[in-house]
């Protein structure tokens, strides 16, 4: 009888935990669908933005292959903006590397994978950043990225910058403004000669991709378009392609840092999402088999108490 008892406890408490699970489930889809909408939003608009510098950019190269009197055609050489790589700090970065780390992970776990791993390759690659003589500061963004900086003590000689801990958190476009700016702002002060950003994205509807992206200095040398852009089209600048330039850049960096963390927060919801599923669908499997367990105990109690009985009931005819 205690056997039975104990596998109806197990059967109610798994069943209460697969409600859980199975709510927080909905939350994460809820979620899911409410940032995807703002990150692909967000990514289209940044797109657009790009297209528009590279075709600066393309005006301006051309301008400048057109300058009978330069004997320097390197685009990076002639604009001159201080987000871009260029002779400058392409020498800074050869004196002394100052390079930051921002690891952006979520608040939460119950989400899979979704931190281990992409704490794992921060930790791979800022180890081998140090292997280098490189400066190394760490600036974590979710409380999980935080807690592991802290307790690993190959981190331990590594700055750690604890003023935007809880960005993902409360995620919106006023603050992240204001991180991108303190970053960008940073950077110019010659504080950091590299900016990279580790992040998780999501690829797909459930694919997720661990980005490890320079941000900083900006290399438009790497950046394409597609020829039918341009391609039978002129196009005719006010104010002047150089001044759009120094006035893009700014603010499709400070886009980009927002993007990046709707993206995060895109990828995590998915990953909890996901791991509820499974854990709904796991708890659902231990049910069944608790249920066969318990159907399968109490049919041997029965035949065990059928065969008492008829024992019992032959023994009396026997006495008679």
């Known amino acids: 009888m205690s056997k039975t008892k104990e596998v109806i406890t197990r059967i109610n408490s798994i069943t209460s935990t697969k409600k859980i699970t199975q709510a927080m489930k909905m939350v994460s889809a809820a979620k899911l669908a409410k940032f995807q909408t703002k990150s692909e939003m967000m990514n289209n608009y940044i797109d657009n933005l790009n297209d528009v510098l590279l075709v600066i950019k393309t005006d301006l190269e051309n301008q400048i292959k057109n300058n009978k009197e330069s004997s ?5 050489n002639k604009i001159n903006n201080p ?4 002779k400058t700090n392409l020498k800074e970065k050869s004196n002394l590397e100052k390079v930051l780390y921002i690891v952006v992970s979520s608040d939460k776990g119950l989400c899979g994978s ?7 390759t921060a930790e791979i690659e800022i180890e081998k950043s140090l292997s280098n003589n490189r400066n190394i500061s760490i600036l974590p963004i979710g409380r999980k990225s935080y807690s592991f900086c802290k307790r690993n003590k190959s981190l331990n000689s590594v700055p750690i ?13 006023d603050k992240a403004l204001k991180f991108s700016n303190e970053i960008m ?5 010659k504080k950091y000669t590299n900016v990279i950003i580790i992040y998780n994205k999501l690829r797909g509807s459930s694919k997720i ?20 852009k341009l391609e039978g089209i002129q196009y005719i600048f006010e104010p002047d392609s150089e001044k759009l330039l120094q006035d893009l850049i700014p603010k499709i960096l400070e886009l980009k840092i927002y993007s990046i963390l709707l993206g995060s927060l895109t990828a995590e919801n998915s990953a909890r999402m996901i791991a509820m599923t499974k ?25 065990k108490e059928l065969t008492e009985i008829v024992g019992g009931a032959e023994a009396l005819r026997a006495g008679h």
Not at 83 to 86: A, C, I, Q, V
Not at 114 to 120: E, M, R, V
Not at 209 to 228: A, G, H, T, V
């Open 72 to 76: 320097d055609f390197s685009f990076i």
């Open 83 to 86: 987000y871009l790589e260029n």
């Open 114 to 120: 979704f931190n281990s791993k992409l704490l794992k």
């Open 161 to 173: 910058i604890e003023d935007h801990i809880d960005l993902i958190s409360k995620l919106d476009y």
């Open 185 to 189: 702002k940073s950077f110019i002060n």
């Open 209 to 228: 991709n661990i980005k490890n992206e320079n941000f900083l200095p900006l290399k438009l040398e790497s950046y394409k378009i597609s020829k039918s």
């Open 279 to 303: 854990a709904s669908d796991n708890a659902e499997d231990i049910i069944k088999e608790l249920k066969l367990t318990y159907n399968r105990t109490r049919q041997a109690m029965i035949t």
